[in-house]
């Protein structure tokens, strides 16, 4: 089989792909080849068809029709096992070839399975799909206690899902606090009380190390050891660690690869006429100014618009990512963009305020007066406008003092900056 445009991977980035590539090439042939069956899902989602017993209609990304409609050839079901650069060839699992004019590598992430004993068990889960997702509903029925190993975006959307279906819930986290990579001390600390107060047991400091049998059968799930020893009984244990990119269908002596598929500010590899982005690719990061592994629904797929434009013939730059988060775990809502937790020595200043009894917290990264990052918690009314000032690299100087105030907002701003701040929005 032979297309003009092949891309691997039919979830945020294909689509994004798909419709810029339509946008400007309406009848160049496109092969979209996915693992699962239903691929235009939003992954973000799955954790409220658990909670919610959402429909899969209320979770889907784009309409059925949305392949059909754009002239797709869709290859579900269908696992790539090898990409073939310098013959311009994807192998799938059944030996097939699928020749490619131009190719996106927008393969996503996989879950990290640690290598300890008895992870092979029945009712070890991981959580990063909707077959998943449908493989723990299945169970739940038959489940009392859950036991969540990571405490980062998964875990804890997880964990909240499982306690609305009164599921008993241990969330294990080797960092000293949940959600890490995205806040602070102080935020997670807020965090980690709203889950706390819903149930939730939040061990921090350990890791998993063995998989426990049930007395009636040692080949089912029945517990956790922990690395200090300590015995926790559960029914069933979900792998929320984190995720890596898929990338083992890629040659590296074929294409440029670090911790992902390297490509730049065009999303083009090192390699003619392939692109990657998403979860498997290292993607510029705008508050970072460097090039970073960025697993976010939301800059997937402006990935994949970046991309499709430029194998499209149209040159496209991508204006970079970061780290953003917007979250809201049992009524605390919560905002988190871009260097939350500066190295101590970095030429950082810090602007905070936290208020334990109204659950409120705030913190501005700045450097030279530019907003590098922020976590907003309680209260995010004034996120857009901030977010915006970071966004586009905004000298605070003049106003800098009332960032953090609870009204602040464009009446703060000069004319000149607030009026640009409204013709972009």
Known sequence: MNFKYVIIGGSAGGIGAVEAIRGIDKTGSIAVISEESAPQYSKPMISKYVSDGAKFEEIIDRPFKFWEENSVSLLSGKRVIRVDIPTKEVILEDNTKISFEKLLITTGGRPIIPKIEGADKREV??????????????????????????????????????????????????KDRVLSLILDAEGSSLVAQAVEQAGIKIITGHSMAKILGRKDSEATVGGITLDDGTELRCDLVVLAIGVTPRIEMVNPSQIKINRGVVVDRFMATSAPDVYACGDAAEAFDFTWEDFRLLPLWPLAYIGGRIAGSNMAGVKTEYPGGTQMSAL?????????????????????????????????????????????GMILIGKIDNAGVIFDLLKNKINVAEFKDKILSDDFGLVHLTDPLRQEMLRRN
């Open 125 to 174: 889960h991981t959580f990063t799909s909707l077959i998943d997702a449908k493989r723990l509903l299945e169970k739940l029925p038959e489940v009392a206690h859950v036991v969540v190993v990571g405490g980062g975006l998964i875990g804890v959307s997880l964990a909240e899902a499982l306690v609305k279906l009164r599921k008993n819930v241990t969330i294990v986290e080797l």
């Open 328 to 372: 809201n775990y049992f009524d605390l809502p919560v905002i988190s963009v871009g260097v939350v937790s500066p190295a101590e020595n970095g030429t950082y200043e810090i602007l905070l305020t936290l208020d334990q009894e109204k659950r409120t917290y705030r913190k501005i990264v700045l450097r030279d007066n530019l907003i590098k």
